[in-house]
């Protein structure tokens, strides 16, 4: 008798085997059990693909590939499984077997809509993006747009993201974090209105207050629109903002006041939420402002200057491998702190940890603690660690706070970043919001020593052409 096809439910949510949040409270048991029962049944394809997909929810791409490799040869699959695969094969960078799976799904299953949304993700993943927003325009066009599924919608948000079209993308991200609960793909995001959200109407003489929202390093990149802001003659702008960045903001001539993000105090007639403005004020990449420049405070420019006087005959470079433990995806940007020490060989450098949080314990040892030393964990402030960049001679960094932090300075800024990076940076060559940062970009989501070969032969020639 011949095998059933395995098959993929693919709802709204494309919820695959059991629900992520079950899964996330019994991932170890279910990996466990699952391993014992392919070890004991190698022919269990049923058992091989959901094995698949505890590794797939760990983002582990390569382990779920090689689950899914034996699903591949031994049991006859369904369209929706061919095209759900393609998919992790796409997200392990295996793009040749990805594409050749989606396109079977769509010819067996022409009407389709769903394969053909994978594939939209596919042309994402391989930054073809125009690609991408014309097969999701196609898609539109054959289903009801109720029936396209928030996530779909999402994908699509970041293609024009990616893509560089700002207003499309940020006017649904907008819908859907205003509107988020827990039952929407985006609900992790619901903004919570303290007042009336601005629609970009005229602000003369109304008080408006600013929320950034997300991370520090979110809040950072938007400030730029504050001159902007200025310029629409609000008759004050509140700026609600978490409190490492409150220094930041003292003597800024566009800002009233500075209040912290907790406060739930209503003192303007109008919010407006900082993903909003690229969205409110039209931008593109020709039109977006500069990065936002800071008043640093004496007292931390003096603290500075005082950390670094000891290697005034140095280079002096920041460096920053890894960020924030509990966002969910730091360790795809981030990598051992042993990919800078086999820096610290190069002649006449000097390295200082950027990183605010436990020190990796390599580097409580000589040498590596005089190679690389931890001087942020001393910061007040983010008004310190501005001040402490402005006065390095170069700065290498993950995506994370410190990048949008350190593009704001004068010092220069090489950004390292992960394979398919964020979409500020979406062709991981050049990026408008930081013209003049210098990127190196993973080709594949493997291991960074592609990248700082290339680091280490650039920063050779930097340090031997900025001898202090």
């Not at 494309?14 to 466990?32: P, Y």
């Not at 003597?251 to 900082?274: F, G, L, Q, Y």
């Not at 002096?316 to 730091?330: A, S």
């Amino acid at each position: 008798m011949a095998s059933k096809p395995i098959e993929i439910n693919k709802n709204k949510s494309a919820k695959i085997a059991i629900g992520k949040g079950v899964m996330r409270g019994i991932q170890k048991t279910k990996q466990e059990t699952l391993l014992e029962t392919v070890k004991g049944a190698p022919e269990n394809w049923g058992a091989w693909a959901k094995l698949a997909e505890v590794y797939a929810s760990e983002k582990n791409w390569k382990r779920a590939i090689s689950c899914y490799q034996k699903v591949l040869k031994g049991s006859p699959l369904s369209p929706g499984m061919k095209s759900h695969i393609g998919v992790i094969f796409a997200r392990g960078v295996r793009m040749e077997k990805a594409y050749q799976l989606v396109e079977q799904a769509i010819q067996e299953e022409p009407s389709n809509q769903h394969h053909k949304l994978d594939l939209c993700r596919l042309h994402r993943y391989t930054g073809q993006y125009d690609k991408a927003l014309a097969l999701y325009q196609s898609v539109r066009e054959a289903i009801a747009p109720n029936i396209m599924a928030e996530t779909n919608r999402s994908n699509e948000a970041y293609v024009h993201l990616s893509a560089q079209n700002y207003v499309a993308g940020l006017t649904f991200l907008k819908e859907s974090w205003d509107r988020g609960t827990k039952a929407t793909a985006l609900g992790w995001h619901k903004r919570k209105y303290k007042l009336p959200a601005w629609d970009g109407d005229d602000l003369t003489g109304r008080p408006i207050m600013l929320t950034c929202e997300q991370g520090l390093g979110d809040g950072i990149i938007m400030l730029r629109y504050l001159p902007m802001l200025a310029a629409m003659n609000p008759d004050k702008i509140y700026v609600s903002v978490a409190k490492p960045l409150h220094r930041l903001l003292e003597n800024n001539p566009h800002v009233d006041a500075i209040m912290d993000r907790m406060d739930k105090t209503p003192v303007a007639d109008v919010e407006v939420c900082s993903f909003d403005l690229p969205l409110f004020f039209k931008s593109t990449p020709e039109t977006l402002p500069p990065p936002a420049t800071f008043n640093l405070p004496k007292s931390s420019v003096k603290r500075a200057a005082k950390i670094l006087a000891p290697y005034k005959d140095k280079l002096k470079v920041g460096v920053l491998w890894t960020g924030n433990p509990k966002f969910p995806e730091n360790h795809l940007r981030s990598f051992p702190v042993q990919q800078f020490l086999r820096l610290a060989d190069i002649p006449n450098i000097q390295m200082f940890s950027l990183y605010k949080g436990d020190m990796p314990r390599v580097l409580n040892n000589s040498p590596a603690k005089e190679q690389i030393l931890d001087v942020s964990n001393s910061d007040r402030d983010l008004a310190d660690s501005a001040a402490f960049m402005e006065q390095l001679d170069l700065i290498i960094t993950i995506d994370s706070a410190v990048a949008h932090l350190s593009g704001s300075t004068n010092t220069p800024v090489w950004c390292l970043l992960k394979h398919l990076p964020f979409w500020y940076y979406a062709d991981g060559k050049n990026t408008p919001w930081y013209p003049d940062m210098h990127l190196f970009t993973k080709e594949t989501p493997a291991g960074w020593a592609p990248v700082f070969k290339r680091v280490r032969a650039e920063l050779e020639s930097f340090a031997a052409a900025h001898k202090p």
